[in-house]
């Protein structure tokens, strides 16, 4: 997720490229000059514009697995696409799988604009795309896997769609837990960087605990929250 702004030089204005109605609210595709934009019950999510935070989310999770061969990555939220595009581009992941809740964004990606960014993932034999809830499903599932990437919201500090701050409670961080190998690794993707959040994660057990920052020419960098389950 980026911040963009609807005014910008040379751009003119965003144009409208699908509207829909989903399970959880309103879902909008629009195109802002070159970039694509998605946009949730009215509040911006994530354009093309960058992609490098999607892309750090992953390396970083993979790097810290060490050597471990053939890993099953969980990418948390499809977005435009950058984390699985990245993902799949890198021939040490053995599994991907992503969760994404909105069938638009899905459809978007599988036969619409944003398929020129995520169509050679979609096809990678590796991928496997899961149309429910994250929250739900870590709660749920009876899969494990090596390293979730999460990036469903804006952050720990900062969410914009109800329900998904239980994902960076102590519950929902013991519900990552569960789901995750012994040695396997959780980032978290956040606008701006959370002490509080580091903090949860030592206090429910995660080991290695670090952010990794973005650089930015100006304002708070975005983040990528890494911790390791113990074992």
Same mark, same amino acid.
């Given at each position: 997720m980026t911040t963009a702004y609807d005014s910008v030089p040379g751009y003119g204005s965003p144009v409208v490229l699908d509207r829909r109605e989903g399970p959880y609210g309103e879902?909008? =595709?629009?195109?802002? !000059? +070159? =970039?694509?934009?998605? /946009?949730?019950?009215?509040?911006?999510?994530? $354009?093309t514009s960058d992609g490098r935070s +999607?892309?750090?989310? /992953? $390396? %970083? %999770?993979? $790097?810290? =697995? !060490?050597s471990r061969p053939a890993p099953h990555v969980l990418i948390g939220g499809l977005g435009v696409g950058f984390s699985l595009a990245h993902a799949a581009a $890198? @021939?040490?992941w053995g599994r991907i799988t992503?969760? +994404?809740? +909105? @069938?638009?964004i899905v459809e978007w990606h599988r036969s619409g604009p944003l #398929?020129? =960014? #995520?169509?050679s993932a979609l096809a990678d034999p590796r991928t496997a795309i899961v149309e429910t809830d994250l929250v739900a499903f870590v709660n749920e599932t009876c899969a494990t896997f090596d390293a979730l990437c999460l990036d469903i919201d804006n952050g720990p500090d900062w969410t914009v769609t109800e329900g998904n701050d239980s994902l960076y409670s102590p519950a929902g961080l013991a519900s990552?837990?569960?789901?995750?190998? @012994?040695g396997g690794v959780l980032a978290v993707w956040s606008a701006q960087p959370s002490p509080e959040f580091e903090?949860?994660?030592?206090n429910a057990g995660f080991q290695q605990v670090r952010t990794e920052e973005i650089p930015v020419a100006r304002g708070v960098p975005d983040v990528v929250h890494l911790a390791v389950r113990p074992g």
């Open positions: 879902v909008v =595709l629009r195109r802002h !000059g +070159e =970039l694509l934009q998605i /946009i949730a019950n009215g509040c911006f999510l994530m $354009d +999607e892309r750090l989310l /992953i $390396d %970083a %999770a993979r $790097d810290a =697995l !060490g $890198d @021939p040490r992503v969760v +994404e809740r +909105e @069938p638009a #398929s020129a =960014l #995520s169509a990552c837990a569960r789901v995750l190998r @012994p903090r949860t994660l030592w």
